[in-house]
């Protein structure tokens, strides 16, 4: 059973902080790595993917892998209460397998 | 921009009445999927369509549950015979190509809430 596991929250962070997200596997074989945001009643929003160890920006985002450590983690600088959303780390094994979500981790945005 | 499209938004209906729900891929996209939501957990995998034949299904996608791409654009989940527990929210998604590599992801529509009563 492959597993992704993710800390369920709430995080709570003050407006301008940084979040960190964190997200680790069990299939150690993994190829990608998704971060989507979930609003609530809201279908999953694609925010980064990520395939290399390192890390990988996208404006105030920054996705990192480490595959020896089979770990995830998404950064998000100057925090806005707009961000408040549970976000989903979802891993893809490569082929034609399916991707597993995690139970995803409530962020809030303090103003 | 190019979007997944589902409709109804919500869908209510009996226990063990068939409900079909749809799904409009994004157009240049090969690789279809639906997932479901139960409210308060996961987001949980039900099924990959490719090349009009499933690739792979979960142990939730029982004899109830069928996939078709009836034309080149609708891709929808037929549940049979519904049960209390089939309660959540459904989700379609599209891939150019199997999720994972440089370019491609699998991207969400809005969903359908289903209720059955």
Known sequence: ?111 | EPEVTQTPSHQVTQMGQEVILRCVPISNHLYFYWYRQILGQKVEFLVSFYNNEISEKSEIFDDQFSVERPDGSNFTLKIRSTKLEDSAMYFCASSYRPSGGSTDTQYFGPGTRLTVL
């Open chain 1, 1 to 111: 059973q492959k597993e992704v596991e993710q800390n369920s929250g709430p995080l709570s962070v003050p407006e301008g902080a940084i979040a960190s997200l964190n997200c680790t596997y069990s299939d150690r074989g993994s190829q990608s790595f998704f971060w989507y945001r979930q609003y609530s009643g809201k279908s999953p929003e694609l925010i980064m993917f990520i395939y290399s160890n390192g890390d990988k920006e996208d404006g105030r985002f920054t996705a990192q892998l480490n595959k020896a450590s089979q770990y995830v983690s998404l950064l998000i600088r100057d925090s806005q209460p707009s961000d408040s959303a549970t976000y989903l780390c979802a891993v893809y094994p490569g082929g034609y397998q399916k991707v597993t979500f995690g139970t995803g981790t409530k962020l809030q945005v303090i103003p």
